[in-house]
C-alpha cells in the first residue's frame, strides 16, 4: 500500500528553524517527484519546494527560496524539508506528496500534479 507519512511540525518563534520528514511506503522516492506544499484554511495548497528523486534537481517557491531546502535520504526513503528564518507568514499546514515521475517544470508546484498525498502537519510560528 503506497502511503506518505509526514512528521516535525510545532510551534517555532519566528527566526527559528524546523525540520519536516516525509517518509514513503510502498514504493521509493527515488523513482518519483516529490513535493512539499502547504495551506492555510480558506486558501489553495500552495506549493513550497520539489525534489526529482531521481536527478536529486530541486525547485522552491519564491517566497521560501534561499530560506527552505528540501532533500532526500534514499537510505531511508524520507524527503526533508528543513525550514530556517521562518516567519509568520510561513504557518500553515504543510503535506508532501509523491508524482509518478516525470514531472514538467511546469507543473512540479502544482498540486493537481501530485497523486499520493501525506496527512499533513501544522507548522505555527510565532511573532
Known amino acids: 500500500q503506497v502511503r506518505l507519512v509526514e512528521s516535525g511540525g510545532g510551534s517555532v518563534q519566528a527566526g527559528g528553524s524546523r525540520r519536516l520528514s516525509c517518509t514513503a511506503s510502498?514504493?521509493?522516492?527515488?523513482?518519483?517527484?516529490v513535493g512539499w506544499f502547504r495551506q492555510i484554511p480558506g486558501q489553495e495548497r500552495e506549493g513550497v519546494a520539489a525534489i526529482y528523486g531521481g536527478s536529486l534537481r530541486t525547485v522552491y517557491a519564491d517566497s521560501v527560496k534561499g530560506r527552505f531546502t528540501i532533500a532526500l535520504d534514499n537510505s531511508k526513503n524520507t524527503v526533508y524539508l528543513q525550514m530556517n528564518s521562518l516567519k509568520p507568514e510561513d504557518t500553515a499546514m504543510y503535506y508532501c506528496?509523491?508524482?509518478?515521475?516525470?514531472?514538467?517544470?511546469?507543473?512540479?508546484?502544482?498540486?493537481?500534479?501530485?497523486?499520493?498525498w501525506g496527512q499533513g502537519t501544522q507548522v505555527t510560528v510565532s511573532s
Open positions: 506528496a509523491a508524482a509518478p515521475y516525470y514531472v514538467s517544470a511546469v507543473g512540479i508546484l502544482r498540486a493537481s500534479t501530485y497523486y499520493d
Open positions: 510502498g514504493y521509493t522516492f527515488s523513482s518519483f517527484t
